[in-house]
């Protein structure tokens, strides 16, 4: 029954995230290689800064890593296991300016093909891997981790519990965890949707902050500095909802979340700006340590 339960909870977010595939009859990867053809770029010799509008689907982008990153302080040559890391960005941002050793993995397979084709395109692939996996049940040895890296997914994993219990089987003694997180806000006012991860409330298992911390410190994690970061998000959130709102007018754009999500992101967007005004969603950073 377990079994039964992750595959269903693997369909559901393949099925979210990969949504486009079954109208369009062509895979993430054949349409995203298409678009930065149509841009004029090489899709097999890509920039970290023209692959950035897709390779980091959470709020604040790259500037939210290195936020994180700063937090953190990362050292050269750690193991890193970034969890939820959809195509890679946060991966490749370790690897390259921190000089990490990172696996990514995702339970999206589409995610961890294209993440693997834009680490092949940027260089990366020789610093960076990818496992389509479950976040619960990967298949990494014990103490395979200095360092645990999650972004923007807890909130889509019902079984946070199996998840913590993972994350200390696989750190090291002494090892952190490094979360940037959506979390459910005062506002007891149902969300709007939908949202970039959660088209229905089904699907979406956002907690509260004390919740979240009251798991993580039962799971053996002890917190070294929180912050909520909801202002810095919502700024980010609001400017590139302006953005997003006139994207179809340009010429070729380099590709971005819509060729992901398709024209519903940019109501996601907008939705999850409002969320995050009228204090329904929250956004923490912070580093944990395991006692």
């Keep these: 029954m377990t079994d039964q339960i992750h595959d269903h909870d693997a369909r559901v977010l393949n099925d979210h995230y990969d ?17 930065f053809r149509d841009a004029g770029r090489d899709p097999e010799r890509l920039t970290l800064d023209e692959v950035a509008g897709i390779d980091q689907l959470h709020l604040g982008g790259r ?73 619960a049940r990967t298949p990494l040895p014990d103490r395979a981790c200095d360092v645990i890296w999650c972004q923007h997914a807890l909130m889509n994993m019902p079984d946070v519990a199996g998840v913590l219990a993972e994350w200390r089987r696989l750190l090291v003694p002494g090892g952190r965890v490094l979360l940037h997180e959506v979390v459910a806000g005062d506002n007891p006012e149902p969300l709007v949707l939908p949202v970039p991860w959660a088209r229905t409330a089904a699907t979406s298992h956002l907690q509260g902050r004390e919740a979240l911390q009251a798991r993580l410190e039962e799971a053996g994690f002890v917190p070294v500095c929180v912050r909520d970061v909801t202002e810095t998000a919502l700024a980010w959130r609001q400017k590139h909802a302006r953005r997003e709102s006139g994207e179809r007018s340009a010429s070729a754009p380099l590709p971005g979340p819509t060729l992901i999500f398709g024209d519903e992101f940019v109501e996601m967007g907008r939705n999850l700006r409002d969320n995050l005004a009228a204090g329904r969603v929250r956004i923490l950073e912070g580093v944990w340590h395991l006692a």
């Design 19 to 35: 949504a486009l595939a079954t109208g369009s009859g062509q895979s993430l990867v054949v349409r995203l290689r298409a678009a």
């Design 63 to 135: 500037a939210a890593s290195r936020s994180l990153l700063a937090l953190g302080e990362l050292l050269p040559d750690q193991r890193v296991l970034d969890v939820g890391c959809g195509t890679g960005g946060a991966s490749r941002l370790l690897a390259e300016e921190a000089g990490c050793e990172v696996v990514g993995v995702d339970i999206t397979r589409a995610f961890i093909e294209v993440a693997e084709w834009l680490s092949a395109a940027t260089g990366l692939a020789s610093r960076t891997r990818f496992l389509c996996a479950d976040a």
